[in-house]
């Protein structure tokens, strides 16, 4: 089962090093990792999509929780939090496939950010499944790169984490 | 007052209350040893390779509690400290390592002798820094000391550039540090040490599992007088040993992979087991499919990623296992007649128990004309002082140590549990006679890992420690011989150790005393002369050489299919 987990940590050299170490030391997997700094520009937030039962997942955040760095783990395993990622995708584009990829582009609310007489660029953001969505229409038409951000999360509701 | 980073660290030190480091010089540490040479309060010992420095420093911070601290110079100094490094994390061992580094400018670019050593050390170490200005090197060092010794202890690395040791800066000690992502739960919860008792309470067939958390917490007074109270069985891990007076009738000894019948037996007949500072190893469950099954676990331990980690729990107390001990005794004492009840509902089990422990106890078969290693350990025990702190090495004479020493106290056997480290016994026993000079301070070896780190005796002698070194010869890597006997049809791979070396000789060489004894009837004048020797000494056993550690649970099979005689 798949979960998105948010790590606070201290925006420092070779942190990110101790996250991902963990994870690869202990055969836990990462599907998708993105890190920026927070709000406070002295902590970083990782946020980690990864695959596990629950016993894995208690394992994983309990491991985070032990690095000095960690000041906080957030496990967004339920529907608490909400998800998107961003994704470029550039696609083939000639003659009659040039529409068909404008009318896919517009249905997503995605944009096209660079135009060639052979190819479309496009930027797509959405939760996860969206854009796993816009590529299975787009694919057909001839995918010729595809650059994801992995996932961001942020908590439903009026409560934030602030950092 | 300014002063260089050199000296700021050798100021930081004192005030942490270093009295005594473990070293190697070298290009990057030059200056610090500069410096040493200026304060008095330190006292350095210049082991001869710089994995058995950090094996002293581990072996001091065992013996004494105190945090141990070792020093390298960058590159090869700091790889050859890795094996200790790894060693004291897989033992939770408070340790402060402090390794050169090349100038900050040239960091990166493949200078001589750099190495990422916080890179290569980050899975082993519980935390490191390193060090970028000098200013900054007061609170990394209070860090570092905090880390190492706080919550569930580790080792530390601080990687300090040279350039950072020449420079100038102010020395001010922080009165306090906050870690912000750093904050060990150390109070165990009441709440869950009342549900903790209703549970042994009602239990008929309780077992105490105890490890190396409850002496690294200096906790076993309150453990001996939990269990004593409450009349349960107790039995312990290897790192456990010395947690419970073994000569105690509630001990069943160790358990585990060569533990003793009693002790698995219990454990998988136990309908509770109270877990305290202990992590369920793989060499302590056995199968863990079938470990225990019919019990209710309770685990106590100050690390909550060691709870749930391989076995299921039905109640978790995270906490300093000394203050969740303090206050179950405590809860304890005010059940009353509840605990007479509990008394004698514990009849059948405690009757249950003792066949156990007379049907089958840790034996062998005497001989009268070679010697058996179980005989050396048992005269060693006989012979040696009460508190004699015992080290050993890792193979087949580290189980016979733990099976018949028959530990009484804590802090009394040093060994490498959960590495399982080859060469750790002689520079561990010289760390600890460092600690506790007016200690007797025995090591136990065998004749393959004694080798490995050899070149102490030039230390032990230079330093005047009279560590008493037993080696229990049988011209094979024992350990690996046995399992190639059992599960390899006898085909005795590289196991032989066919050139015979003259221990004797090889420590006078070294200006230290050697004997040996090759007959069962040597075997008390050898020791006794060599407890009298005002020195370090070795002793070389020649024993029985196919001799085997029994019971023995086959890796993989269940804790009650333990192998008694093959
Ligand atoms: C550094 C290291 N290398 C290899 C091993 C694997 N090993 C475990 S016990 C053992 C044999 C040890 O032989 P010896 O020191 O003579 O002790 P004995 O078992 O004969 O008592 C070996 C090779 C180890 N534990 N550590
Ligand atoms: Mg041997």
Redesign the interface.
Same mark, same amino acid.
């Given at each position: 089962m798949q979960h998105t987990i948010s790590v606070i940590v201290e925006n420092e050299f070779g942190v990110l090093a101790r996250v991902s170490g963990l994870f690869s030391g202990r055969g836990f997997n990462i599907d998708s990792l993105s890190v920026a700094p927070t709000m406070d520009e002295s902590l970083s937030r990782i946020t980690i999509v990864t695959r596990g039962d629950d016993a894995i997942l208690e394992q994983i955040t309990k491991q985070l929780n032990k690095l000095v760095d960690v000041i906080k783990v957030l496990d967004f395993s339920d529907d608490s939090a909400i998800e998107r990622e961003m994704a470029l995708i550039k696609v083939t584009a000639e003659d009659e496939s040039r529409a068909e990829v404008l009318r896919i582009v517009d249905i997503f609310r995605a944009k096209i950010i660079d135009v060639t007489p052979k190819s479309y660029t496009i930027e797509a953001t959405g939760a996860p499944a969206k854009i796993n969505a816009i590529l299975d229409l787009l694919r057909p038409l001839g995918l010729k790169e595809l650059v994801r951000t992995g996932s961001v999360a942020i908590g439903r509701g009026a409560k934030g984490w602030k950092g | 007052m300014k002063m260089n980073g050199a000296r700021i660290l050798l100021e930081s030190l004192k005030r942490e209350g270093v009295d005594l480091v473990f070293g190697y010089p070298g290009g990057t540490v030059i200056n610090i040893y500069d410096e040493l040479m200026n304060v008095r309060e330190i006292r350095h010992i210049l082991p001869r390779h710089e994995q058995a420095g950090t094996h002293a420093a581990d072996g001091y911070a065992r013996a004494s509690g105190k945090v141990g601290v070792a020093i390298a110079t960058s590159g090869p100094g700091a790889t050859n400290t890795i094996t200790g490094v790894a060693t004291a994390y897989m033992d939770s061992i408070p340790m402060v390592l402090i390794t050169g580094q090349v100038p900050t400018p040239l960091i990166g670019n493949d200078a001589f002798q750099e190495v990422d050593i916080? /890179?290569i050390t +980050? $899975?082993i170490t #519980?935390?490191s820094f390193?060090i970028r200005h000098a200013k900054d090197i007061p609170a990394i060092v209070r860090k570092a000391f905090y *880390?190492a010794r706080s919550g569930r202890p580790g080792p530390v690395v601080i990687d300090f550039p040279k350039d950072v040791q020449i420079s100038q800066a102010e020395f001010k000690w922080p009165e306090t540090i906050d *870690? +912000? /992502?750093?904050k060990p739960n150390l109070e165990g919860h009441p709440r869950q040490v009342e549900k903790a008792v209703q549970m042994l309470l009602a239990s008929r067939k309780p077992v105490m599992y105890v490890g190396g958390g409850v002496i690294l917490a200096d906790a076993a007074p309150e453990l001996t007088e939990l269990a004593r109270t409450l009349q349960t069985p107790v039995t312990t891990t290897l790192m456990g040993l010395g947690a419970f007076p073994e000569s105690d009738p509630l001990s069943l000894r160790m358990l585990g992979m060569h533990g003793a019948y009693a002790a698995n037996m219990a454990m998988t007949h136990a309908d509770l087991i109270l877990a305290v500072g202990a992590r369920f190893d793989d060499r302590v469950t056995g199968k863990i499919a079938t470990f225990a099954p019919h019990a209710k676990i309770i685990h106590i331990d100050v690390? $909550?990623?060691s709870i +749930? #980690?391989n076995v299921r729990v039905d109640l978790p107390i995270v906490g300093d296992t000394k203050d969740v001990l303090v206050k179950m005794v405590d809860e304890v004492k005010r059940q009353g007649d509840k605990l007479k009840e509990l008394h004698a509902n514990l009849a059948g089990w405690h009757e249950e128990v003792s066949g156990w422990q007379a049907k089958h106890p840790f034996s062998y078969k005497q001989s009268t004309t070679v010697i058996k290693p179980q005989y050396v350990i048992q005269k060693l025990r006989e012979l040696s002082q009460d508190d004699a702190i015992m080290a050993t090495d890792v193979g087949q004479h580290q189980m016979w140590t733990a099976q018949f020493f028959e530990f009484q106290k804590p802090r009394t056997l040093l060994t490498s549990g959960g590495l399982g480290t080859m060469g750790f016994g002689l520079p561990a026993a010289m760390g600890a006679q460092a600690a506790l000079p007016g200690r007797q301070v025995i090591c136990v070896c065998g004749d393959g890992g004694v080798q490995m780190n050899i070149q102490e005796m030039a230390t032990l002698v230079q330093n005047r420690l009279p560590v008493k070194i037993v080696i229990l010869n049988n011209n094979f890597l024992g350990m690996v011989r046995q399992w190639q006997e059992l599960f390899f049809d006898k085909r005795y791979s590289q196991t032989c150790l066919e050139q015979p070396i003259d221990f004797v000789m090889l420590a006078e060489a070294y200006g230290a005393k050697g004997l040996r004894a090759e007959k069962p009837s040597d075997v008390e004048k050898v020791i006794k002369e060599g407890f009298a020797y005002n020195g370090p000494v070795i002793m070389e056993f020649k024993i029985a050489r196919e001799e085997k550690v029994l019971p023995m649970v086959p890796a993989g099979a269940s804790l009650n299919e333990m192998v008694l005689n093959a």
């Open positions: - | 916080i /890179g +980050r $899975p #519980k935390h390193l *880390i *870690i +912000r /992502g750093y690390d $909550p990623a +749930r #980690k």
